[in-house]
């Protein structure tokens, strides 16, 4: 069974740091880009940033960009979000998301809630 | 940036045809997918490459994608279909997601 397990969220205050972390399991992760993909409470969805399967290429929203850095370990079959000087704005529900053109297994999500 | 801008919401009756759209510049060169989400749960893809089914979609669900817009159609709707659907392509690298499109089955 594809199975995709976000965590590492919780609260941090304006200004921190999280690392949140997808493990995946069920599938050749090393042979899928990944995504990271938010949603703010009772708002929509907004992608935030993909890595490539095998050259490792990044791309952010212009939101995040110079603020978060996507990476992965093919060997663990992991994802990870380093989230840097963090706002409010950037609470919301984290989910991992499969995909190059289209997102085809989803997390569960973590949240991330950014407060002082 | 781009945009991708979805109706807020939709109603429509069981067993009728609804009928969800998104429109963004030259939005039919790019794939649109689809996306469903009911509530306290993750995102489904439902359409992909505008008009294929992932194995396990009713085929009731149907997408098209041409000039400015993507339009995903559910016929024959039934109560289960009510959630909120979300439209995403690509701007180069960048990924883009719709507002999001309520739809009320009642």
């Known amino acids: 069974e594809v199975q995709l397990v976000e965590s590492g969220g919780g609260l941090v205050k304006p200004g921190g740091s999280l690392r949140l972390s997808c493990a995946a399991s069920g599938f050749t992760f090393s042979s899928y880009s990944m995504n990271w993909v938010r949603q703010a409470p009772g708002k929509g969805l907004e992608w935030v940033s993909s890595i490539s399967s095998v050259s490792g290429d990044k791309n952010y929203a212009d939101s995040v960009k110079g603020r978060f850095t996507i990476s992965r370990d093919n060997a663990k079959n992991s994802l990870y979000l380093q989230m840097n000087s963090l706002r409010a704005e950037d609470t919301a529900l984290y989910y991992c998301a499969r995909g190059e053109y289209q997102f085809d297994c989803w997390g569960q999500g973590t949240l991330v809630t950014v407060s002082s | 940036s781009y945009e991708l801008t979805q109706t807020p919401s939709v109603s429509v009756s069981p067993g009728q045809t609804a009928s969800i759209s998104c429109s963004g510049d030259?939005?039919?060169?790019?794939?649109a997918s689809w996306y469903q989400q009911k509530p306290g749960q993750s995102p489904v893809l439902v359409i992909y490459h505008d008009t294929k089914r992932p194995s396990g979609i009713p085929e009731r669900f149907s997408g098209s994608n041409s000039g400015n817009t993507a339009t995903l159609t559910i016929s024959e709707t039934q109560t289960m279909d009510e959630a909120d659907y979300y439209c995403q392509s690509w701007d180069s690298t960048t990924g883009v997601f719709g507002g999001g499109t309520k739809l009320t089955v009642l």
């Open positions: 030259k939005l039919g060169d790019q794939y």
